[in-house]
């Protein structure tokens, strides 16, 4: 009954996250049906994300095979809900259990630091676990160990990166009603600086009229299916009709195989992403729920998109800037040694979209464009620096896509490569998460107190 329990029903990741979602209605008091209905829907999610991943990594096979035919380079695509749906198999418990108890740590910081923000993107929280449950893995760590010190690392970053971004955030939106919870939120920052330093004078992008013909852009399967297709039409004409109907296609026609792929790829994503939503539209609210409670005067953290509606225009200027500095990158790649990191258009189009918005409120125009494109180079290199540290993972042919995800798995993995003794690791971290903290109740104190003087 014990080895039941461990392995096949909390070994397995669906079921798993199911139980809590299932805790969290009742804790509720929902009626019976939105708990069955909510438990439910949030198992199935996980067995649509599997079989979204299954259609993904057909087409970058496909991909990864013509893209090595025609330019003797192995490419990689991240791409977020791709990499995490690969290492469920290996690190589903793990990613699930640091999830969920991130969350839990995520409240518990709000409730007792000065920065008060309940991070309410999901999937952004799943995918940080994902990349926190590998790389302790990779590291050395396992067990309970990994999962306390994964759930802080995840609580203590969803409190932070909101925080750190919310003065640009202010500017963006002239309110202080809700924060930015996305882990991109790195890129945004430079963004927000390059802007400040290269937009003297110039005007918003909003005095920009974009013609309706480029709307389209706007609806993400849209815009994911077109740009995939350009980008399978460009590999498979280098690789050339005799390799691709020769080696791949089975005799179709080589254009008409790079067509049907990329909608391959964009149904992959499409279908990766609403077994995304399914599976985290129960959990979050009942978290939010609680949060409400324990937290009083919190602030959301909000997916990327809530400041889309704040300059429509440097959302079309920042994807299209970031992706224009993705394909450049990839011509340098190679020169360092690194691998090729092929643009994906979902972290492009994202995190792009939303640099050019902050770049846009620091520096208009210019700040739009040329903040977008520093965040379309972060998002090439740091991925190619990532895959060193991922092990086995970083064989895919995909990787995590968004700055953030670099940047901590990067430390992360390089702080545990330096440090032999997991111990010390683990307080090296406490400490490195603490400073902030400490920092942010000084300033809150000394704010205090100026304001005590003044009255």
């Known amino acids: 009954m014990i080895d039941l329990i461990m392995k096949d029903i909390l070994g397995t990741p669906a079921i798993l996250v199911g139980l809590f979602a299932l805790i969290g209605l009742l804790v509720q008091r929902k009626n019976t049906g939105d708990v069955v209905s909510g438990t439910l829907k949030t198992v199935m999610g996980f067995v649509i994300l599997g079989a979204g991943a299954n259609v993904l ?8 095979s013509m893209f090595n035919e025609a330019f003797a380079v192995d490419g990689v695509i991240p791409n977020n809900e791709a990499i995490v749906a690969l290492a469920q198999e290996s690190f589903g418990t793990e990613t699930a ?25 999901g999937h952004h929280t799943m995918f940080m676990a994902c990349l926190i449950s590998v790389i302790l893995s990779t590291g050395g760590f396992s067990g309970i160990s990994l999962i306390i010190l994964g759930s802080i690392i995840l ?31 790195i ?69 008409v195989f790079a067509f049907m792929q990329g ?51 440097a959302v079309i200027i920042g994807f299209l800037s970031s992706f224009i500095a993705g394909l450049v990158s990839m011509l340098f790649l190679p020169l360092l040694g690194l691998k090729v990191i092929v643009p994906g258009l979902v972290p492009h189009f994202f995190t792009g979209a939303a640099a050019g918005v902050f770049g846009n409120a620091t520096g208009g125009r210019r700040g739009a464009v040329i903040g977008s494109m520093a965040n379309g180079v972060m998002i090439s290199f740091l991925p190619a620096l990532l895959l060193p540290v991922l092990g086995s993972l970083g064989f895919q042919g995909t990787t995590f896509g968004d700055a953030d995800f670099s940047v901590v798995g990067v430390v992360l993995g390089n702080i545990i490569n330096l440090i032999d003794s997991n111990i010390a690791v683990f307080a090296v971290i406490i400490l490195l998460l603490a400073i902030p903290f400490l920092w942010g109740l000084r300033s809150k104190t000394s704010e205090k107190n100026s304001n005590t003087n003044v009255a």
């Open 97 to 121: 259990m640091i999830m969920l108890f991130g969350m839990v740590v995520n409240i518990i910081l709000a409730r007792i630091s000065p920065f008060k923000y309940i991070f309410l993107t």
């Open 187 to 255: 890129g945004y920052l430079v963004a927000s600086f390059v802007g400040k330093r290269v937009g003297k004078g110039s005007k918003s992008t909003e005095e920009i009229k974009v013609p309706k013909s480029l709307g389209f852009l706007r609806d993400t399967s849209v815009s994911v299916s077109l740009t995939m297709i350009i980008l399978f039409f460009v590999v498979a004409g280098a690789a050339g009709p005799a390799f691709v109907e020769g080696e791949l296609s089975a005799g179709q026609n080589f254009l």
């Open 155 to 185: 609580g203590g970053l969803m409190v932070l990166f909101p925080a750190m971004l919310q003065p640009f955030t202010r500017k963006v939106t002239g309110s202080d009603d809700f924060a930015i919870g996305h882990f991109g939120s």
């Open 263 to 313: 909608l391959t790829f964009a149904a992959g994503v499409y279908i990766i992403l609403a077994g995304v939503r399914m599976l985290l539209g129960e959990i979050v609210p009942a978290f939010k729920g609680i949060a409400d409670k324990v937290v009083p005067n919190a602030k959301p953290a909000l997916d990327a998109p809530a400041i889309f509606p704040f300059a429509g225009n």
């Open 57 to 64: 990594v057909q087409s970058l096979g496909q991909f990864s």
